[in-house]
């Protein structure tokens, strides 16, 4: 079955870290760029990341550059996602997304960042 | 970074048509920006309608088709169904590989 399945979210403190994984099943992970999309409670999408095939390129929103860091182990058919410094406005389902036509979504995983 | 604009609610009646747009603060909206429909229902993940302005996935409804129109990206939905309910997104792709969603249209079938 083709599927992405996010892992790692979690109730965080601010100023905490938090991993979060996308692990692929179903395609050739390591011919696709992938992407992490977040969604706050009733707000709407907002692109997050993005990493080449072959990870040599990383793309990161503005708004989050300098906490993020994304990665992949094409030998695990495993996407990352490393969140630092996080904030209350951090709190959202993070998705992980297959490019190039995003034609499989994950179903996310909630980070919660509250004291 | 770029601004996208949606229509943030439309109401169709079931059977109608409505057309939902799409707008960059850059300027017109253009095939480059490659430009991709989302429809998210509550609860659910995001799923792709259309992506590259106009291509359908394979479980897209016929009903959906996406365009380029004055200047803006467009998802048509032609004989809306009750199921289409939903909230919908669009995405342009930028320079610099960092693409930007829409605010999203809340679609009311009624």
């Known amino acids: 079955e083709v599927q992405l399945l996010e892992s790692g979210g979690g109730l965080v403190q601010p100023g905490g870290s938090l991993r979060l994984s996308c692990a692929a099943s179903?395609?050739?992970?390591?011919?696709?760029?992938m992407s992490w999309v977040r969604q706050a409670p009733g707000k709407g999408l907002e692109w997050v990341s993005s990493i080449s095939i072959g990870g040599g390129n990383t793309y990161y929103a503005d708004s989050l550059k300098g906490r993020l860091t994304i990665s992949r182990d094409d030998s695990k058919n495993i996407l990352y996602l490393q969140v630092n410094s996080l904030r209350a406005d951090d709190t959202a389902v993070y998705y992980c997304?297959?490019?190039?036509?995003?034609?499989?979504w994950g179903q996310g995983t909630m980070i919660t960042v509250s004291s | 970074q770029a601004v996208v604009t949606q229509e943030p609610s439309l109401t169709v009646s079931p059977g109608g048509t409505v057309t939902l747009t799409c707008g960059s603060s850059t300027g017109a909206v253009t095939s480059g920006h490659y430009p991709y429909w989302f429809q998210q229902k509550p609860g659910q993940a995001p799923r792709t309608l259309i992506y590259d302005t106009g291509n359908k996935h394979s479980w897209t409804p016929a009903r959906f088709s996406g365009s380029l129109l004055g200047g803006k990206a467009a998802l048509t939905l032609s004989g809306a169904q009750p199921e289409d309910e939903a909230d919908y997104y669009c995405?342009?792709?930028?320079?610099?590989?960092?693409?930007?969603f829409g605010g999203g249209t809340k679609l009311t079938v009624l």
């Open positions: 997304a297959k490019e190039s036509t995003y034609d499989i």
């Open positions: 995405l342009l792709s930028y320079s610099g590989a960092r693409p930007v």
């Open positions: 179903g395609f050739t992970f390591s011919s696709y760029a």
